[in-house]
């Protein structure tokens, strides 16, 4: 257990819902990131947060994508009107963000599934 | 842009020294991390380079070369428990992993 918490651990959804996931990092981790993850390759970043603000957006990163953390603290990611592509992984990572700390500690992940 | 290339699975025997590769192009390039992760698990971290030589923290050592956009992770002493992905990560204008090296440890 590193620290990082997410929820939920498992999401089945049917094409077109909506689905949002929650991630709690370590309280005194400044940065936080998402990534997506499919079998067999490495995770892709998707977007990542300094404190309140959305730093940096992939372009694989749709218009049905939005996250916030609106507090500085957690983080959610949701996926609006939901496609069979979108079934993956969805990992999220926290680090202090300072020049000396530089330890993604990742959390255990939400696996979406999407029928 | 950023790519980052690492051999797709590789096979080595218990108590062997096995090296996995990374070459990288990244703009804006800051570091290079090592992630290791088993089936079903998240990654966890495993090294850090941002200047050229090598790092050693155990069994596990990391190079890293940045004129030549490469860098190797060395694991001697090869345990059963070893066999997971090992992810090379670029830490540049964003942050990218390569896609693993599946690392199988035969008895």
């Known amino acids: 257990d590193t620290g990082v918490s997410q929820d939920p651990r498992h999401k089945i959804t049917k094409r077109g819902q909506n689905v949002t996931f929650r991630c709690d990092p370590i309280s005194e981790h400044n940065r936080l990131y998402w990534y997506r993850q499919t079998l067999g390759q490495g995770p892709e970043f998707l977007t990542y947060?300094?404190?309140?603000?959305?730093?940096?957006k992939s372009r694989l990163l749709s218009d049905r994508f939005s996250a916030e953390r609106p507090k500085g603290s957690f983080s959610t990611l949701e996926i609006q009107r939901t496609e069979q592509g979108d079934s993956a992984m969805y990992l999220c990572?926290?680090?202090?963000?300072?020049?000396?700390?530089?330890?993604?500690?990742f959390g255990p992940g939400t696996r979406l599934t999407v029928t | 842009g950023q790519n980052i290339d690492q051999p797709t699975e590789m096979t080595a025997t218990e108590g062997a020294i096995v090296q996995i590769n990374c070459t990288y192009q990244t703009s804006g390039f800051n570091g290079l991390f090592w992630y290791q992760q088993h089936a079903g698990e998240a990654p966890t971290f495993l090294s850090y380079?941002?200047?050229?030589g090598l790092e050693e923290k155990g069994r596990f050592s990391s190079f890293l070369s940045r004129s030549k956009g490469y860098s190797y992770l060395l694991l001697k002493e090869l345990q059963m428990k070893d066999s997971a992905s090992y992810l090379c990560a670029s830490e540049g204008q964003n942050f990218v992993f390569g896609p693993g090296t599946r690392l199988s440890v035969l008895p």
């Open positions: 990572a926290s680090t202090l963000g300072g020049s000396s700390d530089y330890e993604q500690y």
């Open positions: 380079n941002v200047l050229d």
């Open positions: 947060f300094q404190n309140e603000a959305q730093l940096e």
